[in-house]
């Protein structure tokens, strides 16, 4: 059942966060869909403007169309990651998505705040929601790239959200995207997560750059030939600590990426004489449910879905 994450927010804001994991094909498609049933958490489907190109964006949107009908168990949200206007506008338009991010996050404040608006205006007549950004997170998001981390500032956040009417908010806190996060300990500002549920109780936050780049898989796709070092990621044992602070959903790429980069370099290193994906392609659905089900006990969420469609049933 597709929902909006604005529903889902509601069942978990102060108890767990929903895992939002970014998908670009079928294989991490059919993993996502069965690692959350198997666990039976509710989840967010994250779809970013590459994943949007890498084939092409109604292939998706036809295969999430289909997942619904296929896994009627499910219930999930289908969200745009870090869109700009114009593709926030376009999957408000496709009859697909529920819940869209618009990240302006690298313009002036009175500037994010008039198109945040603008999509907010789009997407609440058509019953979508909207996940905004302020502050910027180190690194390269999309359009947005950045040297260092501009934290979010808790008053400017109080106001953004009164004067956008966005449903829900990312905070930049020290995390950053990708597999090379911290240079030593990790560093993460929960104070600005507290300043700011004491500013907006109730309204639920969203944590990007939330993959914790797990030292056994760096070290089993080394053994293989990979070459990652120096990576480091968030430590996982922090979000239920965030999800008393307001923090809702919490957004997963890198790590479904080094699932797919160990699986396929141990099987290929292993099975030399295989030229044929779909062994592989097996083997590497069921890793991804593996670490979806790990990932979503971490997050609190696993076990919920009953729950959230008893609260369904309740808050229609
Ligand atoms: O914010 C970045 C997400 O991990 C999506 O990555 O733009 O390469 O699909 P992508
Ligand atoms: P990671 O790179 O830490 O997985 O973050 C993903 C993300 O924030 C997508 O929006
Ligand atoms: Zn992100």
Redesign the pocket.
């Known amino acids: 059942m597709i929902v909006t994450t604005k529903q889902l927010f509601a069942h978990a804001y102060g108890k767990y966060a929903i895992g939002?994991y970014?998908i670009n094909n079928l294989e991490q498609c059919m993993g996502l869909f069965q690692g959350n049933i198997q666990s039976k958490a509710p989840f967010i489907v994250?779809i970013?403007k590459g994943a949007r190109s890498y084939t092409h964006k109604k292939m998706l949107e036809a295969m999430l169309k289909t997942a619904d009908e296929i896994f009627p168990e499910a219930i999930f949200a289908i969200h745009l990651?870090?869109g700009d206007e114009e593709t926030c506008m376009d999957c408000i338009r496709s009859g697909v998505y529920s819940s869209v991010m618009i990240d302006a996050s690298d313009r002036p404040l009175n500037e994010n705040i008039a198109i945040t608006r603008r999509v907010v205006k789009a997407a609440h007549a058509r019953g979508l929601v909207v996940e905004a950004e302020l502050g910027v997170l180190k690194g390269v998001?999309e359009h947005v790239a950045a040297e260092e981390h501009v934290f979010t500032d808790p008053a400017e956040a109080e106001r953004f959200v009164k004067e956008t009417g966005c449903d829900s908010l990312a905070c930049a806190i020290g995390?950053s995207?990708?597999a090379y996060?911290f240079k030593g300990e990790q560093k993460l500002r929960f104070d600005i997560l507290e300043e700011i549920q004491r500013r907006l109780p109730g309204f639920p936050l969203v944590m990007?750059?939330?993959?914790s780049v797990p030292e056994e898989e760096v070290r089993r796709i080394n053994a293989h030939g990979g070459k990652l070092e120096g990576t480091k990621?968030?430590d996982e044992n922090c979000f239920a600590k965030a999800a008393t602070l307001g923090v809702t959903k919490v957004?997963?790429?890198?790590?479904g990426r080094l699932v797919w980069t160990r699986v396929h370099r141990e099987y290929f290193a292993q099975h030399p004489e295989n030229f044929d994906l779909r062994p592989i392609g097996k083997v590497f659905m069921a890793e991804y449910a593996k670490f979806i089900q790990h990932k979503n006990v971490k997050l609190g969420s696993a076990g919920q879905v009953n729950n959230v469609r008893e609260f369904l049933a309740k808050n229609p």
């Not at 957004?251 to 790590?255: E, G, L």
């Open positions: 939002a970014n994250q970013s990651d870090h998001e995390t995207h990708g996060k990007h750059g939330s993959s990621g968030v957004n997963i790429d890198t790590d």
